[in-house]
């Protein structure tokens, strides 16, 4: 039972427009989601966070926006950059637990 | 100056072996973490330590087990290794709850034959 999903499992965007990547859960106990971006051979890296007393937080290019009631989230990166080109994990914790759930990820590619 | 390190980076061994993989953390950061990587590219958490206690006790077999000597420090052994337990291993750590991110390290790719 898959509690966090990305649906698309690869995106393909143009180098300058704006990428959207997007994550579904089904915990509603889930109030605080993040955002790694991983390369080939390299650990996740962090990205932005988000909980669920906001439904949007900016850091540069980047910008989550949570949608509660519909138990979704997304990320937009303006502009994109061929540098930007790797896999995309979000993930979910609640509860007051120490664990975060992980979707199975979004392969960017941005295009020179 | 690596911020979560594991050693080895690759491991390669046969069915039946014990091996062990460690991390190391140099951020000052109370919480770690074993998560795991299989073929689809889940990434599944396998244990935490908070402050040397363990929280976190996923369903994983009793052939792992973790150590955790220091908040520093966190050492994933694994007994009689199977084919499945191929896989990439990650530790990571935060502080606390790790809502402000998990630093993880770069991973270490098992390999069983």
């Known amino acids: 039972d898959q509690q966090v999903k990305q649906n698309s499992p690869s995106l393909s965007v143009q180098e300058g427009r704006i990428s959207i990547l997007n994550c579904d859960y089904t915990n509603s106990m889930f109030d605080y989601f993040l955002w790694y971006k991983k390369y080939p051979a390299e650990g996740p890296t962090f990205l932005i966070s988000i909980s669920s007393i906001k439904d949007k937080n900016e850091d540069g290019r980047f910008t989550v926006f949570l949608n509660k009631s519909a138990k979704h989230l997304s990320l937009h990166i303006v502009p994109s950059q061929p540098g930007d080109s790797a896999v995309y994990f979000c993930a979910a914790s609640g509860g007051g637990t120490y664990k975060y759930i992980f979707g199975t990820g979004t392969r960017l590619k941005v295009l020179a | 100056d690596t911020a979560v390190s594991q050693t080895p980076k690759y491991l390669v061994t046969q069915m039946g072996n014990d091996k062990s993989i460690k991390c190391e953390q140099n951020l000052g950061h109370d919480t770690m973490y074993w998560y795991k990587q299989d073929s689809k590219k889940f990434l599944k958490i396998m244990f935490s330590y908070n402050n040397k206690e363990l929280i976190i006790n996923e369903t994983v077999p009793n052939r792992f087990s973790p150590k955790s000597p220091d908040k520093a420090h966190l050492n994933l052994h694994i007994n009689s290794l199977e084919l499945g337990d191929s896989a990439v291993y990650f530790c990571?750590?935060?502080?606390?709850?790790?809502?402000?991110?998990?630093?993880f390290g770069s991973g270490t790719r098992l390999t069983v034959v």
């Open positions: 990571a750590s935060s502080q606390d709850r790790g809502h402000y991110g998990y630093t």
